[in-house]
């Protein structure tokens, strides 16, 4: 089973949709005991950090994220789905997050436009399985005001450049997560998806 996790503000019909597109069929859920039983699971994301995190506590589903990393599951996180993961964040006035990925989600630098809202190019920073058949700086759409900042900086897999660099693919293991939203950008996001799951599912 692909468990798309609910937690009641993810962008779950848009992934929902590009996993089908593919010719996989994923469980949309806010059951902990469905994210425990799946093969792989993803963390759709829009939204504010500490209203997300709020949400996964009330639903109890914080504990069963952290679990199925550990197992080394397939996971793939998505903008706030990837920001939560690491340890804190600026947003909102700051909140604890899920400690997955040690490290800070950081506010864009003043002076820029924000939210960071479309294409743009993801360097790939390191040989994944992840862009298998995706080009080096193809475009891929983004719509945040913060970025993440891992304290080992050997996790970012791609980055991105927007008034600074930032880590716009992370890559531990099993996990996976991306600032922009792969069911968004087109042909390159849909690959992206179907490398993960083809990961995730080849047994």
Same mark, same amino acid.
């Given at each position: 089973?692909?468990?798309?996790?609910?937690?009641? %503000?993810?962008?779950?019909?848009?992934?929902?949709?590009?996993?089908?597109?593919?010719?996989?069929?994923?469980?949309?859920?806010?059951?902990?005991?469905? *994210?425990?039983?799946?093969? %792989?699971?993803?963390?759709?994301?829009?939204?504010?950090?500490?209203?997300?995190?709020?949400?996964?506590?009330?639903?109890?589903?914080?504990?069963?994220?952290?679990?199925?990393?550990?197992?080394?599951?397939?996971?793939?996180?998505?903008?706030?789905?990837?920001?939560?993961?690491?340890?804190?964040?600026?947003?909102?006035?700051?909140?604890?997050?899920?400690?997955?990925?040690?490290?800070? *989600?950081?506010?864009?630098?003043?002076?820029?436009?924000?939210?960071?809202?479309?294409?743009?190019?993801?360097?790939?920073?390191?040989?994944?399985?992840?862009?298998?058949?995706? +080009?080096?700086? %193809?475009?891929?759409?983004?719509?945040?005001?913060?970025?993440?900042? +891992?304290?080992?900086?050997?996790?970012?897999?791609?980055?991105?450049?927007?008034? *600074?660099?930032?880590?716009?693919?992370? %890559?531990?293991?099993?996990?996976?997560?991306?600032?922009?939203?792969?069911?968004?950008?087109?042909?390159?996001?849909?690959?992206?998806?179907?490398?993960?799951?083809?990961?995730?599912?080849?047994?």
């Amino acid at each position: 089973m692909i468990a798309i996790i609910d937690y009641g %503000a993810g962008n779950l019909r848009s992934v929902s949709n590009a996993i089908a597109r593919l010719g996989y069929q994923a469980v949309v859920t806010a059951r902990p005991e469905d *994210v425990l039983g799946a093969k %792989a699971v993803i963390l759709p994301g829009v939204g504010a950090g500490g209203d997300t995190m709020s949400s996964l506590e009330r639903l109890g589903l914080s504990s069963p994220i952290r679990q199925v990393i550990a197992g080394g599951r397939p996971f793939f996180g998505v903008c706030i789905g990837l920001q939560v993961l690491l340890s804190h964040t600026e947003e909102g006035g700051g909140h604890r997050c899920l400690g997955v990925i040690p490290g800070r *989600v950081k506010r864009l630098p003043p002076g820029l436009k924000v939210p960071h809202m479309g294409w743009n190019q993801v360097k790939q920073k390191v040989a994944h399985p992840i862009f298998e058949g995706i +080009p080096d700086e %193809a475009n891929f759409y983004f719509v945040h005001s913060y970025h993440v900042e +891992p304290e080992d900086a050997s996790l970012v897999a791609g980055e991105t450049e927007y008034g *600074v660099p930032f880590g716009s693919v992370i %890559a531990r293991g099993n996990l996976v997560a991306t600032q922009f939203h792969p069911e968004k950008s087109g042909e390159m996001g849909l690959r992206m998806y179907d490398n993960f799951l083809r990961l995730a599912l080849r047994g």
